[in-house]
């Protein structure tokens, strides 16, 4: 008997994968918006997605409200019996593409985020999927996202108000919050926030309001007080706060090692917010990509596990965080 007449014929009348994995999503995380985000899709894709399996099912598999959605009876058995059996034919791909050939993905990243935070970490991500082969493309200060050389993008939002392009899905990645950081050595002259404007005030030339966010949090008065020395590059003005030429008020994750190690300090406990940060970016209509998907998924755990842990790098509980 052959291996074709050895598989019955099926009548087709399950969900298609679509709307499966638009289901387990919204399952998972409990709101459509939510599941977008981990599909890289629209939020209307994705709530279209879950009408046609409601429809072909003949009920309701969500109870929607305006805090979020909660599952039917129908729904939770639907999602015990699919979800499994959805996993691991997702694992079998991904078995058998790895038997083929190597996954590539091509990697674009803002600069001193990836000297001074990813690329210490990228080891980690090599051990775990030595199948994938990652190539960085210049970055582009003026990106439109329109290149065909690059999967992914790690921006940075450079306002408050900015929107991403209509075609590209960003998912905020780290990086809003900041703190006052200088060489140790400063640190016995610094017993309150006014202490500092007795030190040479280091900045980013892009973001020069960054000291005025920070200050206001730090309920510093900052009146009449001119900036010094500016960088356009954070690696550059965190070598500048290294090398003892005043105190800088950088992100967070950027300077984080260099807390733990003692190699800088924030003598001030207070951190606050920018409303901007870094973001992973990437195309709504991206086909299949088992490389971008493995690559997603480890980053934007390693960014949650690293700003959970946000307190105890400047020694405060997190209640005090802007």
């Not at 399952?27 to 879950?50: D, H, M, P």
């Not at 939002?157 to 929107?163: I, P």
């Not at 899905?169 to 500092?196: H, K, M, N, W």
Request: charged share 25%; hydrophobic share 45%.
């Amino acid at each position: 008997m052959s291996a074709r007449a050895a598989i019955p014929f099926m009548r087709i009348q399950s969900p298609s994968l679509v709307e499966l994995h638009a289901f387990l999503s919204v399952a998972r995380t409990g709101s459509f918006r939510r599941a977008a985000q981990e599909l890289c899709v629209t939020q209307a894709a994705v709530s279209r997605a879950v009408m046609r399996l409601e429809a072909d099912m003949g009920q309701e598999v969500f109870l929607r409200s305006g805090s979020g959605v909660v599952l039917t009876g129908l729904g939770e058995e639907l999602r015990r019996m699919t979800a499994e059996p959805v996993l691991a034919l997702e694992a079998a791909v991904m078995h058998l593409r790895k038997q083929q050939h190597r996954l590539r993905l091509r990697l674009a990243v803002v600069t001193s985020l990836g000297n001074l935070w990813l690329m210490r970490r990228l080891e980690g991500f090599r051990q775990n999927h030595p199948e994938v082969e990652i190539e960085f493309r210049q970055y582009r200060h003026d990106e439109d996202f329109t290149r065909e050389d690059v999967d992914l993008w790690i921006d940075v939002k450079r306002g408050v108000r900015q929107r991403w392009p209509r075609h590209i899905a960003a998912r905020y990645l780290i990086g809003r919050e900041v703190v006052a950081v200088c060489a140790p050595r400063f640190a016995t002259q610094i017993r309150s926030a006014t202490d500092l404007l007795h030190l040479p005030m280091l900045y980013h030339t892009s973001f020069p309001e960054n000291w005025h966010v920070w200050a206001e949090q730090a309920h510093l008065d900052l009146t009449g007080r001119r900036l010094d020395s500016g960088f356009d590059l954070v690696i550059n003005l965190v070598d500048a706060a290294r090398a003892g030429m005043g105190v800088a008020i950088v992100q967070e994750c950027m300077v984080r090692e260099d807390l733990q190690t003692g190699r800088l300090v924030a003598p001030i406990g207070v951190r606050a917010s920018t409303g901007r940060g870094y973001y992973l970016c990437g195309r709504k209509s991206q086909v299949a990509h088992p490389a971008s998907d493995l690559f997603r998924k480890w980053l934007l755990d390693e960014a949650l596990r690293e700003e959970s842990g946000d307190a105890k790098a400047v020694g405060m509980p997190r209640s005090a965080a802007a």
